[in-house]
Nanobody
């Protein structure tokens, strides 16, 4: 079993920054693709960013490109999402998700590809 715990959310003014962390336990973390998703009230959960098992391949949703950066430290079993130039429309609960892979070298943007999910951390951006 894999446990994912998000942290780092909070309240920030527009233009500010936050760094989210997703800490994992239970399995060999370096074998997992990890993604960040977000869900605003009355909206579908949407893809934000993902990173492959080695950190060599990343993928981003168009609206966060150039503002958000996903990275990982396999020695610490942690994936990060650095969020800069935050906008009110970034307000949502942010979830990390993980999927074990055998030979796949990419990063999934499809939420249905992920088996393990954290409980989320709230990010609120005020205008």
């Amino acid at each position: 079993q894999v446990q994912l715990v998000e942290s780092g959310g909070g309240l920030v003014q527009a233009g500010g920054s936050l760094r989210l962390s997703c800490a994992t336990s239970g399995r060999t973390f370096s074998r997992f693709v990890v993604g960040w998703f977000r869900q605003a009230p009355v909206k579908e959960r949407e893809f934000v960013a993902a990173i492959n098992w080695s950190g060599g391949s990343t993928s981003y949703e168009d609206s966060v490109k150039g503002r958000f950066t996903i990275s990982r430290d396999n020695a610490k079993n942690t994936v990060y999402l650095q969020m800069n130039s935050l906008k009110p429309e970034d307000t949502a609960v942010y979830y990390c998700a993980a999927q074990e892979v055998i030979s796949y070298s990419g990063a999934y943007s499809d939420r249905y590809k992920y088996t393990y999910w954290g409980r989320g951390t709230q990010v609120t951006v005020s205008s």
